[in-house]
């Protein structure tokens, strides 16, 4: 790239920003807690001189924003690309902040049997996966609070389900009568293995995470379950749900993680479970889509 390139990956709690070099690695890094939800109204250009004044101080520079700051509580509501799409179509849908330096990248929309679903921020990790690996079809997930798993066929987005595991996991770890057969959640549980693994293959074996639940509660009333361990089997629960409703086949290529350390760690041991095959990308997966975005439209000049 030509250009100097500011990557901005703006969620709803957390803002994080990168320099991106040619290659789409990040050469810096900064991240502060202002998510879209802290930034009042007309104030997205402020909060994001506060992080990195200094480098949008260059006129020249291209600015790229994915994530929930193209929503419609975010600084610009940038329409949804509908799939299947890929970098062309994506470049194509950006929504220009300030034409020619400041753009929003588009989230993506698809629908099953006629009902919607929709994602902002993880199409563009989803891209850099597939510049990291050199992919142009692939199976990936993207755990999360809403988990998205997405189908890429030669190098498009062709179709994404959503599922409400995190949400799901934390309500019943927190709000639910499941909580009070638990230990004290802490900034994160640690992950008993074996109790995870239980709640992975009851899930498969059950069919019915509204039954599966419960078991919560009555393995802990009959000692076959701590307190320490009820988390990481709870948590098995709903990923083994989440699995076993794809219905996936060992004998499909490896599905592609892209998360945390700690999630990528669980969905790697549910899938070992499964014998399903598995890769995994970190956050750098955002910056590198970011920066094939910018490729895309430096070549398109």
């Known amino acids: 790239m030509s250009r100097m390139l500011i ?31 802290s930034v009042p109204p007309g104030g997205f250009p402020a909060a994001l001189a506060d992080v990195c004044g200094d480098w949008l101080r260059n006129r020249d520079a291209l600015v790229l924003v994915c994530g929930m700051a193209g929503s419609q509580q975010g600084w610009v509501e940038a329409p949804y690309c509908a799939c299947p799409a890929g970098f062309a179509d994506v470049a194509a849908h950006l929504k220009w902040v300030e034409p020619g330096r400041i753009a929003i990248v588009p989230g993506m929309r698809c629908e099953h049997d006629g009902m919607p679903d929709v994602m902002r921020g993880e199409e563009t990790q989803v891209f850099g996966a597939l510049s990291l690996l050199a992919m142009s079809d692939a199976t990936l997930v993207l755990p999360g609070t809403h988990s998205k798993w997405v189908q890429v066929s030669d190098g498009r987005i062709e179709r994404f389900s959503t599922f409400m595991t995190g949400e799901f996991f934390a309500l019943l770890r927190r709000h639910s009568i499941l909580a009070r057969t638990m230990a004290v959640e802490t900034a994160e549980d640690a992950l008993d293995e074996h109790a995870f693994s239980d709640g992975v293959h009851y899930a498969m074996h059950t069919g019915n995470l509204l039954a599966a639940a419960f078991s919560t509660r009555t393995r802990s009333l009959f000692g076959q379950l701590d307190a320490g361990a009820a988390p990481s089997y709870l948590s098995g629960l709903v990923i083994g749900e989440e699995l076993r409703s794809l219905q996936l086949s060992p004998n499909a290529g490896p599905v592609v993680i892209i998360a945390n350390e700690a999630l990528t760690h669980r969905y790697e041991v549910a899938l070992s479970l499964l014998d399903v095959r598995s890769r995994s990308i970190g956050s750098e997966a955002t910056w590198r889509g970011l920066g094939a975005i910018a490729r895309h439209l430096e070549n398109a000049q």
């Not at 070099?21 to 807690?33: I, L, Q």
Request: proline residues 6%; hydrophobic residues 35%; without cysteine.
């Open 7 to 37: 990557g901005v990956d703006w969620g709803t709690s957390s803002l994080r920003v990168a320099r991106i070099d040619r290659p789409g690695d990040a050469s810096e890094e900064r991240a502060v807690p202002n998510g879209i939800l």
